[in-house]
């Protein structure tokens, strides 16, 4: 079975610093992957979908970018954080269209 | 009308008693369904899913699906204090598996 590993656990960061989160998974090969944020009393919302190296569908627009360097490396980045990235990031991956999503521990980011 | 929608709750049942919580969504189209558990500070937990061509059965938990009134239904049964979370309803749109959740249902057991 697959295992996702996210870090940092916890940052807090101020408001205009870049953003790094790295999620990497291991079990499977060529798996999608997904990064989603929830915010604080809110529902998962779907920010980027990968199905391969290089290949990312950003769902919504925003201030950050993310990229797939490796077949199970996704990286979650900002140049310029804003106080609204606020948030808990989770990395999901599924090991095909059509089995279900499984979820790393997550990063909590406060934007001070 | 939102994609997947949930009664934020929360919802309080004794233990022992069975839980039932809904999830309503609008695609008539939508062939699976998965239910995930989120304690208070922590990632979702897969609990179970279902395809549209029937219900299952997991141990103290059942999904229900009703595709002419577009929704879908977990029970727990023999509900314990440790069930106490947030469920979240999730459905494929967009294609490619990706997820679209509802906000949750927080449930408390209590003692």
């Known amino acids: 079975s697959q295992t996702i590993h996210q870090w940092p656990a916890t940052l807090v960061q101020p408001v205009g610093s870049p953003l790094s989160l790295e999620c990497t998974v291991e079990?499977?090969?060529?798996?999608?992957l997904y990064w989603y944020r929830q915010a604080a009393g809110r529902g998962l919302q779907l920010l980027f979908y990968s199905v391969g190296i290089g290949q990312i569908s950003s769902e919504v627009p925003q201030n950050l970018s993310a990229s797939r360097p490796q077949d199970r490396q996704f990286i979650l980045s900002s140049k310029k954080l804003l106080l609204s990235d606020s948030g808990f990031y989770l990395c999901a991956s599924s090991e095909n269209n059509n089995s279900p999503l499984h979820f790393g521990n997550g990063t909590r980011l406060t934007v001070t | 009308q939102k994609e997947v929608e949930q009664n934020s709750g929360p919802l309080s049942v004794p233990e022992g008693a069975i839980a039932s919580l809904n999830c309503t969504y609008s695609d008539r189209g939508s062939q699976s369904f998965f239910w995930y558990r989120q304690y208070s500070g922590k990632s979702p937990e897969l609990i179970m899913f279902?395809?549209?061509?029937g219900d299952k059965e997991d141990g103290r938990f059942t999904a229900q699906l009703n595709k002419a009134s577009q929704y879908v239904s977990l029970l727990i049964r023999d509900s314990q204090p440790s069930d106490s979370a947030t469920y979240l309803c999730a459905v494929p749109t967009g294609g490619g598996n990706k997820l679209t959740f509802g906000t949750g249902t927080q449930l408390k057991v209590e003692l």
């Open positions: 079990g499977t090969s060529n798996p999608n």
């Open positions: 279902i395809y549209s061509n």
